[in-house]
């Protein structure tokens, strides 16, 4: 079965640049979501179809896809940004969701 | 605006049936441009997508759970349902009631997520 990897945990100072990566198969080849998770809370989308930003989400939030990997990109991060962020592709009719990043701004 | 909540047992005993409804308000769940899914989160672990039910009654399911999922949408109430048998000590999680947007395959993602609801299997 079709598998999403990200790393567990990423950090990052404030102000700084986020990257969270989300790896798969031919990855490139699908469209990609991004969803952050803050405690206690819903998952919200922050990235569709790999680069598109839903209305209400910052532009700090971008997204891109190529090959095998995903990257989820964060521009002058905020300590309100600090959450797990998860990735999600469809293969085989199936939604795919990866284990999740914990990103941390200290 | 739409809104999703989940209601249900919270507790339910191992071999028994889950059963769990979603209600939309703000929105209608007729409309043909969205399905209507859920998705769970074992404590401490990541997502895990159980299905999806679109506007023309077709669903897909999570094929590890297919045999023991069956969903349902009744427009006349606004809501939509779930039920999954044959629980067991896995199956304790998060439940959250999804919209899944994105026009056609494979551009879907999930716009419109319910709060959540803890549902815990034990005896």
């Known amino acids: 079965s079709y598998e999403l990897t990200q790393p567990p945990s990423v950090s990052v100072s404030p102000g700084q640049t986020a990257s969270i990566t989300c790896s798969g198969d031919?990855?490139?080849?699908?469209?990609v979501s991004w969803y952050q998770q803050k405690p206690g809370q819903s998952p919200v989308v922050v990235i569709y179809?790999?680069?598109k930003r839903p209305s209400g989400i910052p532009e700090r939030f971008s997204g891109s896809n190529s090959g095998n990997t995903a990257t989820l990109t964060i521009s002058g991060t905020q300590s309100m940004d600090e959450a797990d962020y998860c990735c999600q592709a469809w293969d085989s009719s199936t939604a795919i969701f990866g284990g999740g990043t914990k990103l941390t701004v200290l | 605006q739409l809104q999703l909540q989940e209601s249900g047992p919270g507790l339910v005993k191992p071999s028994e049936t889950l059963s769990l409804t979603c209600t939309a308000s703000g929105g209608s769940i007729s409309s043909s441009s969205y399905s209507w899914g859920w998705i769970r989160q074992p404590p401490g672990k990541g997502l895990e997508w159980i299905g999806d039910?679109?506007?023309?009654?077709?669903?897909y399911y999570n094929p590890s759970l297919k045999s023991r999922v069956t969903m349902s949408v009744d427009r006349s109430k606004n809501q939509f349902s779930l039920k999954l048998s044959s629980v067991t000590a896995a199956d304790t999680a998060v439940y959250y009631c999804?919209?899944?947007?994105?026009?056609?395959?494979?551009?879907?993602?999930?716009?419109?997520w319910g709060q959540g609801t803890l549902v815990t299997v034990s005896s």
């Open positions: 999804a919209r899944r947007a994105g026009g056609s395959y494979p551009e879907y993602y999930f716009d419109y």
């Open positions: 031919k990855l490139g080849d699908k469209y």
């Open positions: 039910d679109n506007y023309s009654g077709s669903t």
């Open positions: 179809q790999d680069n």
